[in-house]
């Protein structure tokens, strides 16, 4: 979505959401609209699964598991999570965006009740941020953590590179097997001629992946800095500059452009060759990688506080949201279940934070942490039941 001739962002805002058999749902429909709303309940009456389906439906993946099995209500074959989103300015463009998900087999996407060749396709026609309590594993979990951050956020904004990094996991299992299979050799050693050539194929397919790959995290990092600052100062104004930095398995050489990366690494490949056939594994390339997030000089793995790992999980959401819309581009901002894990100031902060979002989701078990200029639509969750809430 990009900007009106006037310079103002298009708003998207999702209009209309119905589930049907999707998590604990059996059936639900849920009007929606633009500005704040909430959805208040319990714990475990089914507020995360609401926008967790919305997530879905722009991604294909959801925050809380990477398979699909538990998005499929118990007992249930399949789960469909269809939604209407106003996009437009005259509130005349609507767009019927639906995904049927059948674990074990190829999900099925419709874009305006048609079928979509495949369901890749419908990413980015909704763009989402969510920030939920999950985040906070980018700061404190594994590389794989912050790896998935950066890649989800760069698929937001070229909804093209998700094929781009479907094809570098591919690519990836495929040159594993095969070192895998030349590691088992009794004496390892170079590997015979067929099996380098072959080797070598998958070395060009690994490398010309992921330099695209890398080029788009670099530039995603470098474009996220300014924003991911600025928003952790506004949350927790302190002399700690927070601050990402890319730390890459080769040697980048100050190198950015699709082509040098993909140069360099197949340089890489071509050096640790004996290493990677020893060990049977990929040792190069970004799925080796790690973005080091640091709090003035101090590394925020193993060193921020619980409360400044809060803030700076916030902070890389928040700043995604800002850079999102420098790009032109209008996202659904989903606040799942933070408020409860937030003091005061920062909920305040947070709620400031967001005004400019044309729509925001939240979830909380208490009402009363939500900050009351956030307090728009509500609805209650109970046992599988939304209702207005007044
Ligand atoms: N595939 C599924 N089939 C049936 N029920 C499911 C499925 N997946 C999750 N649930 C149920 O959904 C409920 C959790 O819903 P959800 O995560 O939306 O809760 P919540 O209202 O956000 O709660 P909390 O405030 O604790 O975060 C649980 O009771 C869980 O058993």
New binding site residues.
Partial sequence: MSRSAAGRLTPVFVDHLQLADF??YTAVDVPLGAGVTTFV?A???????LVEAIEYLSTLSSHRVSTDQ?????GAERAVVRARVQAGLEDTRQLQLEVEITPGKANRAQLNRSPLRRPRELVGVLRTVVFSPEDLAVIKGDPGERRRFLDDLLVTRWPRMAGVRADYDRVLRQRNTLLKSLSGRSRVGPPPPEAASTLEVWDTHLAAAGGELLAARLSTLADLGPHMAKAYADIAPTNNEAAAEYRSSVDLAGRLSRDELAEALRDAMAERRLEEVQRGISLVGPHRDDLVLSLGVLPAKGYASHGESWSFALALRLGSFHLLRSDGIEPVLVLD?VFAELDVTRRERLAGGVSAAEQVLI?A?VPADVPAVLQGRRYA?RAGEVTPDE
């Fill in positions: 998590r604990s309940g714990n475990g009456q089914g507020k995360t699964n538990p998005l499929v209500r118990f279940d979830t078990a969750v």
